[in-house]
C-alpha cells in the first residue's frame, strides 16, 4: 500500500459557549488542519492537528500548515507498512514541528489498522479497557460560578476535575480552589492548572494557603527550571504539561524528579508512536498522566481515547477531548462521545472515525 496523494483541509471549531478561558489567553474559535492521505488501493486515513490558539505553547495553525507543505510532497509514493521509516522520512525533509508530524504519524496508523483490520489501539501495544474516564476542564472564573459548574459535572459522571487559575489576584484563585473543594469534595479528583501563569513565589502562597485540599498542581509556572525550584517547597504534587515540548523534555523531568506525573498531549510528543515511548517511560516510574491534545475535532479524540486506552489505569489521570466545546461531529455515525464522563474507544479497524464526504470543502492543498 503506497501513498498516493495527500490533501490537507482546515476546519474552523467555533468554541461552543463562546469563550474558553486560560491564564494567559481567551480562545473563540480554532483553526484545525487536516490530512486525509489517500492509498494507491483507496483506502483513507486521517490526520489532525489543532493548536488552541497561537499562544498557549510554540505551535500555530499557519506554522503546522507550512510544516506539512514540506514533508507532504516528499512522501508521495512511500510505502505503508513501516511507520518508523515513514518518521526517518518526515525528519529528513523537515526538522523538528513534531506538532505537524503528529498529523501524519495518526493517518498512518489509521491508514495501516485499516489495512490490517485492528483498531489504532491494537497498533500502540494494545487496549487494557474498553472505556477511559474523561476529565472535564473548568475555564478561569469567578469562584461561586466555577464551583457551581464544578458540582453539575460530578454528577453528570466527571470522576476528575481541572480547575483552571492564573491571569488574575491569586487571592482569586485561591478562593476558586476552597470553592470547588466545598462543593465537590472527595467526589472528584482536582488538578490546578495554572497554565504557566504564576511565578514561583504565587505558586508557593497558593499552595500554603489551599494546604489541606488534595489536589495536584499543573504546570505553575512558566519553565522546567522555575518549576524545578517548587521541589521541597511546596506540599502538592506538581505536574507538568506545556514544558512537556517533546520526548527529550519528559525523559529531562523524570531524571530531574521535577514532576511527580504530566498532563501530555499527542501532536506535542510528535504523534502517537512518539507518545507510546512516554507512556512507557512513565510506566516504568510510576508517573501518572493524562492522554489529550491542546483542542481538535474527532480525529484528535479518537487518536487521544486509543493510546488512554492502553495506559495503566491506576495511574491514569483521565482523557481530555474538545467534544464538550464543539457542535456536532465529523463523524455522525461513529462520533467520539464522553457519557457520564466516560468515552468509549471505538472498536472499528483504524481511528474508527471518517469525516463525512465533501466536509470540509475542498483540500486546500492537495499533494
Ligand atoms: C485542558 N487542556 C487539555 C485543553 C486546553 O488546550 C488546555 C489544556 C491544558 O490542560 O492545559
Ligand atoms: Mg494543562
Redesign the pocket.
Known amino acids: 500500500m503506497r501513498i498516493d496523494r495527500i490533501n490537507v483541509y482546515t476546519a474552523n471549531l467555533p468554541v461552543k459557549a463562546g469563550t474558553?478561558r486560560?491564564a494567559s489567553v481567551d480562545v473563540k474559535s480554532l483553526d484545525s488542519t487536516l490530512l486525509e492521505i489517500v492509498a494507491d488501493d483507496g483506502l483513507t486515513g486521517w490526520g489532525e492537528t489543532c493548536p488552541?490558539g497561537p499562544v498557549?505553547q510554540p505551535h500555530h495553525a499557519l506554522g503546522a500548515r507550512a510544516a506539512i507543505a514540506e514533508i507532504a510532497p516528499g512522501l508521495i509514493g512511500s510505502e505503508i507498512a513501516s511507520i518508523r521509516l515513514l518518521a526517518k522520512r518526515m525528519d529528513e525533509r523537515l526538522n523538528g514541528q513534531g506538532y505537524a508530524k503528529a498529523a501524519f504519524d495518526i493517518a498512518f496508523l489509521d491508514l495501516l489498522g485499516q489495512r490490517l483490520g485492528v483498531p489504532v489501539s491494537t497498533l500502540l501495544g494494545g487496549a487494557l479497557t474498553n472505556s477511559v474516564p474523561a476529565y472535564y476542564?473548568l475555564i478561569v472564573g469567578s469562584p461561586d460560578e466555577t464551583a457551581r459548574i464544578a458540582a453539575d459535572k460530578v454528577k453528570a459522571g466527571y470522576p476528575r476535575l481541572?480547575v483552571k487559575i492564573s491571569g488574575r489576584n491569586v487571592e482569586e484563585d485561591v478562593a476558586t480552589v476552597h470553592k470547588v473543594w466545598e462543593a465537590v469534595g472527595y467526589e472528584a479528583r482536582i488538578a490546578v492548572?495554572a497554565?504557566r501563569g504564576l511565578t514561583v513565589a504565587s505558586a508557593i502562597h497558593l499552595d500554603r494557603l489551599c494546604q489541606a485540599i488534595p489536589f495536584i498542581f499543573?504546570?505553575p509556572c512558566n519553565t522546567m527550571d522555575e518549576v524545578a525550584t517548587l521541589r521541597g517547597r511546596v506540599t502538592h504534587p506538581v505536574y507538568l504539561?506545556?514544558n512537556t515540548e517533546d520526548q527529550n523534555a519528559v525523559l529531562r523531568a523524570i531524571s530531574l524528579g521535577i514532576a511527580d506525573g504530566f498532563?501530555l498531549?499527542v501532536t506535542r510528543l510528535g504523534g502517537l508512536t512518539k507518545m507510546t515511548a512516554v507512556r512507557d517511560l512513565c510506566a516504568i516510574r510510576s508517573l501518572p498522566h493524562s492522554c489529550?491534545?491542546?483542542?481538535g475535532g474527532d480525529i484528535i479524540a479518537a487518536a487521544c481515547v486509543h493510546i488512554a486506552s492502553t495506559v495503566e489505569p491506576r495511574r491514569f489521570e483521565g482523557a481530555?477531548i474538545?467534544q464538550e466545546y464543539i457542535e456536532g461531529h465529523f463523524d455522525a455515525k461513529n462520533p467520539v462521545i464522553i457519557t457520564q464522563g466516560h468515552i468509549a474507544v471505538p472498536q472499528l479497524p483504524g481511528l474508527g472515525v471518517k469525516p463525512e464526504l465533501g466536509m470540509f470543502g475542498k483540500p486546500i492543498a492537495p499533494y
Do not use: P, R, T
Open positions: 474558553y486560560m488552541v498557549y476542564s481541572q492548572d497554565n499543573e504546570q504539561d506545556e498532563g498531549k489529550d491534545d491542546a483542542w481530555w474538545a
